[in-house]
């Protein structure tokens, strides 16, 4: 089965940095059979989803984070990344590394549907202040 380990969260100032990270106990990561993502999910929020590989190594992105988060994946290392800049307090949240296996998910506009994605990490918060 498939576990994904998230880390790399934390607390930082407004305008500051964070690159999440996204470990897998398969090749996850190193396979166009899956779609993988970041999601979030703020407090009192819904999750929602933030960016995603899609099979021909282009990304899609949330608007609100567009232009400031860049997705990324190292396939030796079988590590997904989330580098976020600019951060603002409205960031702030748990942060999710998901796979989808049906590489489909990622042909859709947007790849977000929660219950799309079979395997989720425990998640890292994020506070931004």
């Known amino acids: 089965d498939v576990q994904l380990v998230e880390s790399g969260g934390g607390s930082v100032q407004a305008g500051g940095s964070l690159r999440l990270s996204c470990e897998a106990s398969?090749?996850?990561?190193?396979?166009?059979?899956?779609?993988i993502a970041w999601f979030r999910q703020g407090p009192g929020k819904e999750r929602e989803g933030v960016a995603a590989i899609t099979n021909d190594a282009g990304a899609a992105y949330a608007d609100s984070v567009q232009g400031r988060f860049i997705i990324s994946k190292d396939s030796e290392r079988n590590a997904l990344y989330l580098q976020m800049n600019n951060l603002a307090p409205e960031d702030t949240g748990v942060y999710y590394c998901?796979?989808?296996?049906?590489?489909?998910?990622?042909?859709?506009?947007?790849?977000?549907?929660?219950?799309?994605?079979?395997?989720w990490g425990e998640g890292t918060q994020v506070t931004v202040s």
């Open positions: 998901a796979a989808s296996r049906y590489a489909w998910v990622c042909a859709l506009s947007p790849p977000w549907r929660v219950d799309d994605y079979q395997y």
């Open positions: 398969g090749k996850v990561f190193s396979s166009n059979s899956y779609c």
